[in-house]
């Protein structure tokens, strides 16, 4: 079945450095990717999406370039701030069918000052 | 304002007690989903509905049931609950099928803890 795979973490950055978290997929077909953000104390909300190959999903200073030929969607962002202290979740959909999003672990950042 | 409400945030009961948890939706979605969160596992699909009166089964649906009898809303029920139904749980709702790219609204949670 479809899956997804994430770099796991925590991981903990200084304020303003560069960051990459890695998600892979497997997948049948054409999925649709994203990359949703937890806050602390709060639910999931979507930061960003692509939904065919070589898209670019951008938001907040975050990016991720759907790639089809490494299967990866990998999420970047050149300077993190403090407030980037969250957990990041890779997920997918099928472009038909049924099959409902598909999550990946999680990947938890903290950014100190 | 769009938003997927859940109720209680809190909850702690013991072995055998029955629960609902509520969910409610006010975007007119047509697809809605329960899931519950534990570290080290990430997300996990409970239930999901496709539209009024059509449920599914996710990936871990045992000790858990639902109903879709109204479009926005959603409640999850625990029958009998047991200590390993401790967990924080999600409920989302999405136009169509949360396929095609289409974004999954997320309540806040409900932190269940069962003695």
């Known amino acids: 079945g479809d899956s997804v795979t994430q770099m796991e973490g925590p991981v903990t950055l200084s304020e303003e450095a560069f960051l990459t978290i890695n998600c892979t997929y497997t997948a049948t077909g054409y999925p649709s990717l994203f990359w949703y953000v937890q806050y602390p104390g709060e639910g999931l909300q979507l930061l960003l999406k692509?939904?065919?190959?070589?898209d670019k999903g951008s938001n907040k200073g975050f990016e991720a370039t759907y790639r089809k030929e490494t299967t990866s969607f990998h999420l970047e962002k050149g300077s993190v701030q403090v407030s980037d202290s969250a957990v990041y979740f890779c997920?997918?959909?099928?472009?038909?069918?049924?099959?409902?999003?598909?999550f990946g672990k999680g990947t938890r950042l903290s950014v100190i000052a | 304002e769009a938003q997927v409400t859940q109720n209680p945030r809190y909850l702690i009961t013991v072995t055998g007690k029955k629960l609902t948890v509520t969910c409610s939706q006010n975007m007119n979605h047509e697809y809605m989903s329960w899931y519950r969160q534990d570290p080290g596992l990430g997300l996990r699909q409970i239930y999901y509905?496709?539209?009024?009166?059509?449920?599914d089964k996710g990936d871990v649906p045992e000790g858990y049931k639902v109903s879709r009898k109204e479009k926005r809303n959603f409640p999850l029920i625990l029958e009998s609950p047991s200590p390993n139904q401790t967990s924080l749980y999600f409920c989302a709702s999405s136009d169509v099928g949360a396929w095609g790219g289409y974004e999954q609204y997320f309540g806040p949670g409900t932190r269940l803890t069962v003695t």
């Open positions: 997920a997918l959909t099928p472009n038909s069918g049924n099959t409902p999003l598909v």
């Open positions: 509905s496709m539209n009024v009166e059509v449920t």
């Open positions: 692509a939904t065919k190959a070589d």
